[in-house]
Each structure stands twice: as C-alpha cells, then as structure tokens.
C-alpha cells in the first residue's frame, strides 16, 4: 500500500512541469500581448508617440515581457514554487491576493455541488439496476437524460427570471448587496449559506444524470456475474448481495470518476458563474485569457490541474481501500 501511494506522488513533479509548460505556451499563443492591447488604448487618447513609446518601454520592463518567452516561464515557474504567483497585469496586484477569495469560493460551491452529486446518484442509480424497467427506473432514467441534455447555464437563466418576476428576488452573486462589503459575521456566513445552494444545485446538475446512468449501467454488469448467482444460492438477503458484494466492484468506476469530478465541475461552471456573477474562479480565468494576462490565468490553470492531480490521488486511495487487488498491481 505504501509503495502503491509513493508510486502515485512521484507522478506529482512530472506532471505538474509539463501542465505548466503547456498552459504557459497555450496562454502565448495568440499574436500580441497585454502591453500591445494598452498601447492601442494611449494611442487613441494620447497624442504624443514619444509618450505611448515610453510607456510601452515602462510597461514591458515591468512586466518582463522584454525578455525571452522561456525567460518568463522561468521565473514564473519557480516563483510559483515558493508562493509567489508573480503580478496581474490588469488588476496591477499580486496574483496571489486575488485568486485566494475566488478559489475559496469555487471549492466550497463545487466541494457542495460533489457531494449533492454523489448522494443523490449512486442510491438512484442502485434502485434502477434492481428495479430495471419499472415505473421508478422509467422515471429516473427519463430525469437522468433530460438532467445531461439541458445546459445548466440555460435553467440558470430562467431561474433568475423566474425568482426576480415571481417574487422579486436576485439569485445574482454569493451575498446581498448589503454584505458585500461588509466584515465576516454571523449574519455575513447565514447570508451566503442562503445563496450557496442554488448555485451548487446548478453545478452537480449535469453530473447527478450522468453519475446515475453510469451506476446503473455497471450494477446491471456485476447482478448478472455468476458469483452473486452463487450468493443469493445461498440464501443471503437481496440487499446484502446488492450492498456488500455487487457493490464493491460495481462501485469502483464511480470512485475513478471522482478524480476528475472537481475540474469538469470548475470548467462545466464557467458559463453558470458568468451568468450568475459568482466571485469565484471561473469568470476571472476567462477575462484573464481574453486580456492575455499570462500570470493570472497561468496560475488559474496551474490550481485546477493541482486539484485535479489532487482528486486523483485520493480517488486511488479510495479505490485502494475499497479493492485490495489494486494495492498489489
């Protein structure tokens, strides 16, 4: 087991450099850079060339975009390594002091939306696979389709429509207006909590389909196997042969996917987060990508891949625990 868990932590260093490298090109690739988008900007309100010239000389020797590209990523990457982010260029502030608030947010609605996912599939998914084609399983399956077919962001928009016609409420943002700027209370924390479950709803949406059909579909797989034929031969309860031995194997892609649960969540949510104006990641990834602001949005890339690795591996300690074989592969 130990050795299972050192194997999968080495893989941690290589991955993280290359995802870095990868998002730092990827983020390089359109022509033109932030300083390129400002002097246009002076350009068309500033007369003098010699001052939108110094200005650009000002500006690139701030930012380094002077130097060589792999320069950059240099001092960028190993920034990162001892907590130093480098500076936004459009907010003109270390990354570091914006992306805390907003990832805290993100984790905490996509945490929320996970586990309503979970909760609410697997046991639905289970009552299908031993109900198959029953009334229940026909409404559950229609449910689970209509779930991944419709985009979250459109049931957004009409539920904003919908609250602020019918009873003149916002679902706009994470606060009232009154606690937006206001100190962390009691009063602040209940404020949030009665926002946070419409958006976390809205998250696990697509997710509570799709989860469902898959325990469905691997639970019909391992009912059919001629082992849990033996077990109900000799005599055990139905729901100890569903619980107990169908389970554990059919349970063990669910707990695969949940690695990369947490990341299609952040990605999936953007459109969800743009049209609700959440303070969180998603949108502030997407303004930086448009300005080309590398660190931010470097950085925004280089936290989701970490949650990825990170969901990963507990999703390998899960699997571990639940089917010893993988310990010994």
């Not at 690795?309 to 592969?329: K, S, T």
Request: hydrophobic letters at 55%.
């Amino acid at each position: 087991m130990v050795t299972y868990l050192a194997r999968r932590l080495l893989y941690v260093i290589p991955t993280m450099v290359i995802i870095s490298m990868v998002a730092f090109w990827l983020i390089q690739l359109p022509p033109g850079d932030y300083v390129e988008q400002k002097i246009i900007e002076y350009q068309r309100t500033v007369g003098d060339p010699k001052a939108v010239e110094a200005l650009a000389f000002q500006l690139r020797s701030r930012y380094a975009l002077d130097k060589p590209v792999y320069w950059q990523y240099a001092k960028w990457f190993s920034g990162f390594i001892r907590g130093d982010f480098g500076q936004s260029f459009e907010y003109r502030s270390e990354v570091k002091n914006i992306i805390w608030s907003r990832l805290g947010f993100t984790m905490l609605i996509s945490g929320i939306a996970l586990i309503i996912t979970y909760i609410l599939a697997i046991p639905v998914g289970v009552y299908s696979a031993t109900h198959q084609y029953s009334v229940g399983d026909s409404v559950f399956s229609f449910l689970s389709f209509l779930s991944i077919s419709i985009p979250p962001f459109i049931v957004a928009l009409v539920l904003l429509v919908i609250a602020f016609r019918g009873w003149g409420v916002s679902l706009v943002g994470l606060f009232s207006p009154e606690f937006e700027q206001a100190a962390w209370s009691l009063a602040k924390l209940m404020n949030l909590l009665s926002h946070l479950w419409v958006p976390s709803i809205l998250f696990g949406l697509a997710g509570i389909g799709g989860l469902m059909r898959i325990m469905r579909g691997n639970l019909l797989d391992v009912l059919g196997q001629q082992y849990v034929t033996t077990a109900r031969a000799k005599g055990l309860k139905e729901g100890k042969v569903v619980w107990k031995h169908a389970m554990r194997v059919a349970i063990n892609p669910i707990i695969s996917i949940l690695g990369l649960s947490l990341p299609a969540l952040f990605s999936g949510a953007v459109l969800i987060e743009i049209v609700m104006g959440l303070p969180t990641i998603g949108p502030m990834l997407f303004r930086a990508l448009l300005n080309q602001d590398m660190f931010l949005a470097g950085t925004c890339i280089m936290m989701l891949s970490l949650v990825l690795i990170i969901g990963n591996f507990f999703a390998d300690i899960a699997l571990a625990w639940v089917d010893p074989r993988i310990r010994f592969e």
